[in-house]
């Protein structure tokens, strides 16, 4: 702490302002008072300045006015011993409050540092040169030798083996298939490979979480935003309020003016909200801090208090309830020709049902068309190439099914099928496996008072067998992405706070609809996009670790904000009766601040309930 004091102008001045007030302490008259004085200018310097700038430049006074006008005042009638210690403790308070934001940010630069700053650029000529990796650009090509991090995203060249640990927090190593994407911050763990670089250094994954926790500390809560905002107006009340307090205290008591004046500046003291205005912000930053050192990305405190007051949670099924690792288990086609159009096409989608199709048809040795009709991907619906389109059965019910395919698959399988122009030419049927914590996590959400709902565009049996198994009530299956839009906007009629959990491009309307959107790491970048919370590892259970912290820092903040206040009514009722001198107001008032700021610090390593 020191350290990091004398590293910063504030605290430079804050180190040299103490030294100088402990020396006036040993000294008198009148050479104690020069000291003291001078010990007044650095500590009070950064106050002074704050309290120009706001007052005359963005017209809204602080409280670093209310305690250099404190000081000042008691340096006046030759209290100049409290006003210095009324600035250094007032001093020491800020000092503590940035200290505590530095501390929280700390997680933003260990995960800048995991992303290495130099590539091995593969010239055309064959010849590897190290570059820095900002220059990179798409299409690129990189060496990435075994034991070392990748720079950046892109395709690998064959089969590898990736530990993504700092990504997802599995220390297991993921085993990638040549052409399969590998991220930066990732970890080589099998042989040398070549990648071909797919983003720019700062569109990766890693330098998009960066820049979404940077986001999310420079947004406050709706709480802080009203202190901000109250600030102002409370600071200028004050100092309406002691003159005010002054003239009665002579014309009631019968005060003389300086004894009037002296408690009219431990009431200026007293008054100051410093730690309702610490009570926020510190606890805030330290949450998020919290959640992203767990893989847990808060797009702001307004995302914490939304996500604490959530009353239904509804969740996306695939890839979020179940493994998403699909396999296919039955399949039929009117002609095999179609299989080559349907591997094209499917391998131009991310999806799990589309990563299983392509597994499946390559062990069948069906290879891609050479060339083909652009593949579109239509949000809900599936992927169309032509007049071919593959997509989920409530897509197709109006088509004709001459092969009666709809007959011949089982109703508690994932089933796509295969289209040409109006008529069914194939299916496929997939399995799915329900996620080991997903049971739990319902459970505990339910025990929170949370209700859970399954929204999934699946079937109805399907959805219904998964429901059944992770102990989820309400189920809703067959759903394109305006009826999980719509699901959202009629619970809300309801006055219930909402929250959405998906991954998918169909999921980013009702994500960005809910009070709190709850995007999955390995989902869509639309999906990510449009969420308040995102969780690194597709898992249930921490989101739920989510929940807990952000009850946690509502619970600290109520404390805070209890604290402070019933300190300042305290102070200044002690003031009233004339039993409060202005050291101990000093001493109490600004102590008040620096409590205030240590309890939200306890978020930064605190973990409300053990994750499961």
């Not at 995302?303 to 695939?318: I, P």
Request: proline letters at 4%; glycine letters at 6%; aromatic letters at 8%.
């Amino acid at each position: 702490m020191v350290k990091y004091f004398l590293s910063t102008q504030s605290g430079r001045l804050l180190v040299a302002g103490t030294l100088l007030f402990i020396v006036a302490y040993f000294l008198t008259q009148p050479l104690q008072a020069y000291v003291t004085y001078l010990a007044m200018i650095f500590l009070g310097y950064e106050s002074t300045h704050h309290a120009v700038i706001d007052t005359f430049e963005k017209r809204k006074p602080n409280v670093d006015l209310l305690m250099v006008l404190a000081a000042v005042g008691a340096a006046l009638i030759h209290y100049e011993m409290e006003g210095a210690m009324l600035l250094f403790i007032f001093n020491l308070a800020e000092n503590l409050e940035h200290y505590a934001n530095q501390k929280s940010t700390k997680e933003i630069k260990a995960l800048m540092n995991q992303v290495p700053q130099k590539a091995k650029k593969i010239q055309a000529s064959g010849e590897v040169l190290e570059v820095e990796t900002e220059s990179l650009q798409v299409g690129d090509r990189v060496l990435v030798s075994k034991g070392d991090q990748v720079p950046i995203d892109g395709y690998a060249d064959q089969v590898v083996q990736v530990n993504e640990a700092a990504l997802t927090g599995e220390s297991v190593p993921v085993a990638k298939e040549a052409g399969a994407e590998v991220f930066a911050g990732t970890v080589n763990e099998g042989n040398a490979f070549n990648l071909e670089v797919s983003k720019a250094a700062d569109q990766t994954i890693f330098s998009n979480i960066i820049r979404m926790v940077k986001t999310a500390q420079e947004r406050p809560s709706r709480v802080s935003k009203r202190i901000d905002k109250i600030e102002p107006y409370y600071v200028t009340a004050v100092l309406l309020l002691v003159p005010l307090f002054i003239f009665l205290l002579m014309q009631w008591q019968g005060l003389p003016f300086r004894e009037a004046f002296y408690r009219g500046m431990v009431f200026l003291t007293v008054a100051s909200p410093c730690a309702l205005v610490a009570s926020v912000t510190p606890a805030t930053l330290s949450a998020i801090s919290n959640g992203a050192r767990h893989g847990i990305l808060f797009k702001g405190g307004a995302a914490l208090e939304a996500l604490a007051s959530m009353s239904v949670l509804l969740s996306d099924k695939t890839g979020t309830l179940t493994v998403g690792d699909f396999a296919v288990v039955d399949s039929q086609m009117a002609d095999p020709a179609y299989l080559a159009q349907v591997i094209t096409m499917e391998q131009e989608s991310n999806h799990p049902i589309a990563k299983a199709l392509v597994t499946y048809l390559d062990k069948m040795d069906i290879h891609p068309l050479s060339k083909s009709a652009k593949v579109e991907e239509v949000a809900g619906k599936g992927l169309k190439m032509g007049d071919l389109m593959i997509g989920k059965p409530a897509n197709f019910t109006e088509f004709a099914d001459p092969h009666n395919y709809r007959q011949a698959y089982q109703a508690n399988h994932s089933v796509v099928l295969v289209t040409d122009k109006d008529q069914i030419v194939g299916y496929f049927a997939l399995s799915d496996q329900i996620r080991p914590q997903a049971k739990a996590a319902v459970n505990d959400f339910k025990a929170a008072g949370v209700d859970v709902h399954l929204l999934t565009g699946d079937n109805l049996q399907v959805a219904q067998a998964v429901a059944h198994e992770v102990g989820i009530d309400h189920v809703e299956a067959g759903m394109m992405p305006e009826d999980k839009y719509n699901q959202v906007l009629d619970l809300q009629k309801t006055q219930a706070i909402v929250g959405m959990i998906g991954d998918g491009i169909n999921d980013a309307p009702a994500l960005a609809a809910a009070d709190i959107g709850i995007g999955m790491g390995a989902g869509s970048a639309v999906a990510l996009e449009s969420s308040d919370v995102i969780i690194a590892k597709n898992n249930l259970q921490e989101l739920l670790y989510a929940y807990q912290v952000s009850h946690h820092l509502n619970h600290i903040i109520n404390q805070n904000m209890i604290f402070a206040v019933g300190v300042i009514i305290f102070l200044i009722s002690l003031n009233l009766f004339g039993v409060l001198p202005l050291p101990l107001a000093v001493a109490c008032h600004e102590g008040s601040t620096i409590l205030v700021i240590l309890n939200g610090l306890r978020l930064l390593a605190g973990k409300p309930q053990e994750k499961k």
